[in-house]
């Protein structure tokens, strides 16, 4: 003996399928070149939107503060509170192990130094030079990872 099915439930419709691309409801975030950049940071919406940039940079960045610091080095992790002061970034000097936290209000100046290591270096990128080297007739070539120095 079975009992209803929930597929014989009246309000039940029949869904076409779907493309999955187009249930994309946000964009994947777009790299921008910014290697060498350094921002003007003449409001507080200018500083705010350059940290970003550094926060999802993969090169080291270099941040001046207003008493003249200079700290070279990789920006991996933000806070962005409501205001400037309660606001941080968090910095692993290029030569040094020491993990530094740095007030969104004592940032004077911001530049994109260090050399990103990965730019240009998608996969896309990746798969074209593969068969660009199969299409000129190489041998023994395969999909491995180059180096990122």
Request: charged letters at 30%; proline letters at 7%.
């Amino acid at each position: 003996m079975t009992g209803p099915r929930h597929a014989d439930h009246p309000s039940h419709e029949e869904i076409p399928p779907q493309n999955p691309d187009s249930l994309e409801v946000a964009p994947g975030r777009v790299r921008e070149a910014v290697e060498g950049w350094v921002p003007e940071l003449a409001t507080e919406a200018e500083l705010r939107e350059a940290l970003e940039k550094a926060f999802d940079y993969r090169g080291d960045v270099t941040l001046t503060t207003k008493d003249g610091k200079k700290i070279e080095g990789y920006l991996f992790d933000r806070v962005a509170g409501s205001a400037l002061a309660n606001s941080f970034v968090r910095v692993l000097p290029k030569d040094s192990n020491q993990r530094l936290k740095v007030s969104y209000a004592d940032i004077a100046a911001l530049a994109f130094s260090g050399r990103d290591p990965a730019a240009g270096k998608s996969w896309e990128a990746w798969v074209r030079k593969y068969w660009e080297k199969k299409a000129a007739g190489e041998s023994g070539i395969a999909l491995q990872p180059e180096s990122l120095d």
